[in-house]
């Protein structure tokens, strides 16, 4: 069975462009996740989709952030425009709606780096 | 204060030791408490979880949660160089919360 997947591993783009992230989960999951982890810091939640609502959106930073899941499957997160602060590893998850523990698998993450 | 502080280390030990990695935490309405590894250019992998006070124990691997406290640590016995990796601790508010609280995560390394 495929794990989280991420798109693009690394990306490097200037300050004002725009970057599209993708993340494709475990199929069947529900649940989906956007983490990011700044140089230095701890990895930090962004926000929840449950199929293509969004549940929590509370960590986004600001409103250069826009994700979305469209039809409930994967899910972009773009950042328009870019700026130095937005440099960092940003993780996706996903997780199975029931009773059991909430475990959340992780993708290997997109490395972005604005210049 | 940080709601979950990890000391980022780096902690290197010989092949065989006992390993002991720590986590404090400062809200005391966390229930679930995880213990991820993630290796180099990888998402982190969760190893263990626990809920609220108490031991598991996994292989060679043990977790401790003292709510008391708001401590929380992990135990490697026999850590082997496959073990290096860096170990993030986590917490969760309740099962049918979803924002995890990481630490920083400590890097470990063991020596052959």
């Known amino acids: 069975e495929a794990g989280v997947t991420q798109f693009p591993s690394h990306s490097v783009i200037e300050k004002g462009q725009t970057v599209t992230l993708r993340c494709d989960p475990i199929s069947g999951h529900d649940n989906l996740y956007w983490y990011r982890r700044v140089m230095g810091k701890e990895i930090k939640f962004l926000l929840h989709?449950?199929?293509?609502?969004?549940?929590?959106e509370s960590g986004m930073p600001n409103n250069r952030f826009l994700a979305e899941r469209t039809g409930g499957t994967y899910s972009t997160l773009k950042v328009q425009p870019a700026e130095l602060e937005d440099s960092g590893v940003y993780f996706c998850?996903?997780?199975?709606?029931?009773?059991?523990?909430?475990?959340?698998?992780f993708g290997a993450g997109t490395r972005l780096s604005v210049l | 204060q940080k709601e979950v502080e990890q000391d980022p280390g780096p902690l290197s030990v010989p092949e065989g030791a006992i390993v002991s990695l720590n986590c404090t935490y400062s809200?005391?309405?966390?229930?679930?408490f995880m213990w991820y590894r993630q290796y180099s250019r990888k998402g982190p992998e969760l190893l263990m979880y626990t809920y609220s006070s108490g031991n598991k124990e996994d292989g060679r691997f043990t977790a401790q949660v003292d709510k008391s406290s708001k401590y929380i640590s992990l135990f490697i016995r026999d850590s082997q160089p496959s073990d290096s990796a860096t170990y993030l601790c986590?917490?969760?508010?309740?099962?049918?919360?979803?924002?995890?609280?990481f630490g920083k995560g400590t890097s470990l390394l063991v020596t052959p």
């Open positions: 998850a996903s997780s199975q709606t029931g009773t059991g523990m909430n475990i959340q698998y």
């Open positions: 809200n005391s309405a966390f229930q679930y």
């Open positions: 989709f449950v199929k293509e609502s969004k549940q929590d």
């Open positions: 986590a917490m969760l508010l309740s099962n049918s919360g979803y924002a995890l609280n």
